[in-house]
């Protein structure tokens, strides 16, 4: 199965700050189905982005992703304060699909 | 928009079953996959199984298979997660998730529900 490792563990950083989250597979990801979540504490996920770059519907467009083949990128341009939470990568492209472990964003 | 409602959930022995339920509202719900996804307390995400929109096609992580069953209600409104011979291991917030299409291999996930608790402890 394809290996997510996302990082850093934790980022911290202040409001208004840029952050940028990586998300490294130990194969590549076909046709670049690579997915990004937000995880807020006591709540389901949120999809972000899919297929890498494209962004979900009502996602704002200070989140965006790039990347491809085994090397991905979420980045939050101007970090608002309800943006702390934890961030997933997941990829679909190769049964079974998987999760990285995920990257908590705190506030510095 | 698509509404996902788990239910089921509780404490039970190792060795014992449980049977989750996912209610899916919209009228199209047949169309719909519908995945299981679960997480450990404190820990990451994990997909466990998916059923295809008409049921006919059913995917299962290596560590259930054998375990546990995935299968759509005559209504096509309802999956279910049939999970046997539970572990310790199994101990996790269960989510139902839909994707506009699923590709075979998985897909993104729009939509889940809440989660319900499963709890595998003597």
């Known amino acids: 199965e394809i290996v997510l490792t996302q990082s850093p563990g934790t980022l911290s950083l202040s409001p208004g700050e840029r952050g940028t989250l990586s998300c490294r597979a130990s194969?590549?990801?076909?046709?670049?189905?690579l997915a990004w979540y937000q995880q807020k504490p006591g709540q389901a996920p949120r999809l972000l982005i899919y297929g890498a770059s494209s962004r979900a519907t009502g996602i704002p467009d200070r989140f965006s992703g790039s990347g491809s083949a085994t090397d991905f990128t979420l980045t939050i341009s101007r970090l608002e304060p309800e943006d702390f939470a934890v961030y997933y990568c997941q990829q679909y492209g190769t049964s079974p699909q998987t999760f990285g472990q995920g990257t908590k964003v705190e506030i510095k | 928009e698509v509404l996902l409602l788990e239910s089921g959930g509780g404490l039970v022995q190792p060795g014992a079953s449980l049977r989750l339920s996912c209610a899916v509202s919209?009228?199209?719900?047949?169309?719909?996959?519908v995945s299981w996804v679960r997480q450990a307390p404190g820990k990451g995400l994990e997909w466990v199984s998916t059923i295809s929109g008409y049921g006919d096609s059913t995917y299962y992580t290596d560590s259930v298979k054998g375990r546990f069953t995935i299968s759509r209600g005559n209504s096509k409104t309802t999956v279910y997660l049939q999970m046997n011979s539970l572990r310790a291991g199994d101990t996790a917030l269960y989510y139902c998730?839909?994707?506009?299409?699923?590709?075979?291999?998985?897909?993104?996930?729009?939509?889940w529900g809440q989660g319900t608790l499963v709890t595998v402890s003597s």
């Open positions: 194969q590549p990801i076909r046709s670049s189905y």
């Open positions: 919209e009228f199209t719900s047949s169309a719909y996959a």
């Open positions: 998730a839909t994707p506009i299409y699923y590709y075979g291999s998985g897909s993104y996930y729009p939509w």
